[in-house]
């Protein structure tokens, strides 16, 4: 298998706070924790990714 992750950096919730690195490292960490607690993967499975603001800026992918 494997994880494809795919992540809009264009928009105000990277631009706003000054520092892009700082809504990726959220985001990367929120999504790190629900891939603990979360379902278990199999190939095809697909989860938006959301900024801060609520908008869906990206996709993390399941494959083989």
Same mark, same amino acid.
């Given at each position: 298998?494997k994880a494809y992750i795919t992540i809009r950096m264009d928009n105000a919730?990277?631009?706003?706070?000054?520092?892009?690195?700082?809504?990726?490292?959220? !985001?990367?960490? *929120?999504?790190? *924790?629900?891939?603990? &607690?979360?379902?278990?993967?199999? &190939?095809?499975?697909?989860?938006? !990714?959301?900024? !801060?603001?609520?908008? *869906?800026?990206?996709?993390?992918? !399941? &494959?083989?």
């Open positions: 298998m919730a990277f631009q706003d706070c000054g520092n892009p690195g700082e809504e990726l490292s959220r !985001i990367l960490m *929120k999504l790190g *924790k629900m891939l603990q &607690s979360g379902p278990r993967l199999i &190939s095809g499975d697909s989860f938006p !990714i959301m900024d !801060i603001n609520g908008n *869906k800026v990206g996709y993390l992918t !399941i &494959s083989d």
